[in-house]
């Protein structure tokens, strides 16, 4: 039986260790209740000092927080909690941690913390001992890990590695062992890898990157390699390679690849062909719409027949249409075979609006729309390919005019913007393009509405035809519209193709 005259008092303080007794306050604060001497002289503060205070009157902030969460945890779980500790304090005495033990009441509530310090051992061997079944336990933890995972010395010498990379790669354990990494490497890549080895376990800069490995068959796979630096006792550093096949992906990014070049060189070949065809595909419209024009105006004779009259004009309109359809597809397939080279002026636009609006005129007058056109005052020239640029107008305006009903207008107008650019809109009361749609109207061939359904709606080439060709002069296009109120489309040219002209500049 243990003499009952000696007290707890005289355990505590007679005890070789630094002890700490920590009181949990009704608050919830936590405060010194008894400081032994050994405590003090680690802590370097008198005894006296320390009592009734907390951790923050006592130690810097990240310390204090440290110690404060260390004593919360403990008094949460209910159970011991080891943390570590400076191995030198302003004291001088040397501690390798601390053990926070908690004291539960009858009510089950922790109302102490009994904090024993644990001395710093001058025993390497043991630390080293200690260490090394820390890393025996983390391979244990890399074999249950679904990723391949290497570990190899300051010498590139393989140490650990895990099942689940002898599995994914072939390889017995046996084989890799003992043995430097570069087994694993093509031979065309091993001093590569070997520098690369050497650096990261100099400065041991985590990070990812693709390599090829081969595997036991003699066939590479590649992989995504992610590595950490891990230093143990004697400043023994090892590299820790993490290991995610990614040959499959690998191969379908390829195969994507190879479809997307493959289908690449199938669009410049159709492109060039078109590019190509022009002659072939327009010289017999344009005999046809010729030989139509001459019998309708019956230049060598008369008809004598209403209906073939009838006839001739149905022959010239589809002509016409399809000859503009054919401008349309050859004009985009020469943007996309890169065939289209500017051919810039000075351009006036109030000739190219004169020369747009004696084309599209009759069409807007066939359809009851009101077609106007507005120049602002003193508007300098532009530099630019005219053909190009009074294409563009009648691609936009004529989209304007089939799309507005009878007894609505189209203003083509154009004006300088406050930062310089000039712009050409084409606004419209036609019945609007949806929100959703816009996007799709831009892309070569799309169309707002239905084309089953939708009476001469065209190819759906106007807009994208507009929108390269204002792109090859530096600008830009975009889209306002608003469902059956109308559309606003806006070319906008950059300040520096704007020209001054004597006109504008008074």
Partial sequence: ??????????????????????????????????????????????????????????????????????????????????????????????????????????EGEVRYINVVARPDSADHTQLQQERDDAILLLTSLFDASGLGIIVTDENGVIVRVNDTFLKDFGWQREELLDHEFTVLIPPEERAVSRKLHTAFIEKGRSGSREIQLMRKDGTLADILLSTVLLELSQKRRYMVSTIRDITERKNMIRNLQQAKDQADIANRAKSAFLANMSHELRTPLNAIIGFSELIMNETFGALNNQKYAEYMTDIHFSARHLLDIINDVLDMAKIESGKVELIEREVDIGEVFNSVAIIMNERALETGVKLDFEIAENLPHVRADQRLLRQILINLVSNAVKFTPKGKSVLVRAYILPEGFMRIAVEDEGCGIPEEKIQTVMEPFGQAHDPLHSKGQGTGLGLPLAKTMVELHGGRLHIVSTVSEGTVVSLDFPADRTVKTKKSEN
Wanted: charged share 20%.
């Fill in 1 to 106: 039986m243990p003499d009952k005259g000696i007290r707890y008092e005289d355990i505590f303080h007679q005890s070789p260790m630094a002890r700490v007794l920590i009181e949990v306050v009704d608050s919830g604060d936590l405060i010194f209740a008894d400081v032994n001497s050994i405590a003090a002289e680690y802590f370097g503060l008198p005894a006296e000092d320390m009592a009734g205070k907390s951790f923050a009157e006592l130690f810097p902030g990240e310390m204090a927080e440290h110690l404060d969460q260390s004593c919360q945890t403990c008094i949460r779980t209910k159970k011991p909690v080891v943390i570590n500790a400076l191995p030198q304090f302003p004291g001088g005495l040397r501690v390798q941690s601390f053990l926070l033990n908690p004291i539960i009441n009858a």
